[in-house]
């Protein structure tokens, strides 16, 4: 198996580049659309100065969906690509985590853990039932105390 997973190669630093080049180009993209809000909002409030409002509005809304439309086009390209690169990341990293999961190191690893556990809470149990029986008997402990302590 170890042969089979031998040749995975995780994510490059090229895969790392491209993927913060595609952030790069989300952000300008971004910048591009509040841009293009900033416009339209400043159009539809000088449409409130004139007599024809709903066609002014109208007019404006038409050339903000004219400027946001090609920029939607390119980030949904544009997410396309960084969730095929993001997906072949993680898969990368999955891969690689089931690999150091099915080492023998690893699997050694567990069993010496569980066994830890497993004492551990035999030790808890013990103590436990020590603190028990301790309680049961502290009358009677109380009892031959209190009957040493006496001065006849």
């Not at 895969?15 to 790069?24: G, I, M, P, S, V």
């Not at 409030?45 to 086009?73: F, G, H, M, T």
């Not at 690999?99 to 190191?105: G, I, L, M, Q």
Request: with cysteine; aromatic share 6%.
């Amino acid at each position: 198996m170890s042969t089979a997973l031998s040749g995975v190669v995780l994510a490059t630093p090229a895969e790392e580049a491209e993927l913060e080049q595609l952030d790069r180009i989300e952000q300008e993209l971004e910048l591009q659309r509040e841009w293009a809000k900033y416009r339209w909002g400043k159009a539809s409030s000088e449409c409130y100065q004139n007599y024809w409002v709903n066609s002014c509005l109208k007019d404006a809304r038409a050339l903000y969906r004219k400027e946001i439309d090609p920029i939607r086009q390119q980030e949904v390209a544009l997410h396309e690509v960084q969730r095929k690169l993001r997906e072949s990341i993680k898969n990368q990293e999955d891969i690689k985590r089931a690999a150091e999961r099915a080492s023998p190191e690893k699997a050694a690893e567990r069993a010496a853990n569980q066994a830890e556990f497993e004492q551990k809470q035999k030790d808890a149990a013990a103590r436990a039932a020590d603190l028990e029986q301790r309680r049961k008997d502290a009358p009677k402990r109380a009892q031959e105390n209190k009957a040493g302590t006496q001065l006849d």
